[in-house]
């Protein structure tokens, strides 16, 4: 990353991770679950969240070394589908809030850098912060859509299908395999999808998104 300061950055993905998590516990409790409160999850306290390799040491060594691109994890939100009111489409419900937090926040802050000349002589400092913001959630967003257990992607893909002993199989079988699978997705296809979410992220700000 260019002209970001490695820390800033990490604390930032940190955060947002912990908000990716939490939103995931809230709406599994909307919808019947209490879970994630019995087991201290519904919080935005860091600790309660943060992977120490997922949330903290990888993406910092990206970071510095300026891979072109920084993902993490936090410890994901326990909750049990069979609490959930909405057999069919509360799974679908629960693993997408994630996206779409960092999807709002990411939209929020990124055009708010649009608007950010009114701050005046302030403006240079927001649009630092703001940008940093938008690139990290729509890396989480963008990240967590890959369609490869564990990530949101995958239990979104197959909460789309009505369950079945055919699909529990396949499933299981993905994520078996899943660990070769993601390191292909990252690989082969993250590179491709870059180019993509820099004109998302041109979109919403005006601005070229500042990967390495």
Request: glycine letters at 8%; one cysteine or more; aromatic letters at 10%.
């Amino acid at each position: 990353m260019q002209g970001i300061d490695p820390i800033f950055y990490v604390i930032v993905l940190i955060m947002s991770v912990v908000v990716h998590e939490s939103a995931h516990g809230y709406v599994a409790e909307y919808l019947g679950d209490p879970t994630a409160r019995h087991a201290g999850r519904l919080t935005l306290n860091p600790l309660k969240h943060i992977d120490p390799i997922g949330s903290v040491i990888l993406p910092l060594l990206l970071t510095v070394l300026q891979a072109g691109f920084v993902v993490g994890w936090a410890k994901p939100v326990p909750y049990i589908e069979s609490n959930l009111r909405n057999k069919r489409w509360g799974p679908l419900a629960v693993s997408a809030a994630g996206v779409c937090v960092n999807i709002f926040f990411a939209v929020v802050f990124g055009l708010s850098i649009r608007a950010a000349g009114i701050l005046g002589e302030f403006a240079p400092a927001y649009i630092s912060i703001a940008t940093v913001i938008t690139l990290v959630n729509l890396l989480l967003a963008f990240f967590n859509l890959i369609p490869v257990p564990p990530l949101d992607g995958s239990k979104i893909l197959f909460s789309l299908f009505p369950n079945s002993a055919r699909l529990s199989d396949i499933r299981a079988k993905v994520e078996y395999v899943s660990l070769p699978l993601l390191l292909v997705f990252v690989l082969f296809v993250w590179p491709a999808v870059l180019p993509f979410m820099s004109r998302v992220f041109m979109l919403l700000t005006g601005m070229g998104m500042p990967l390495a």
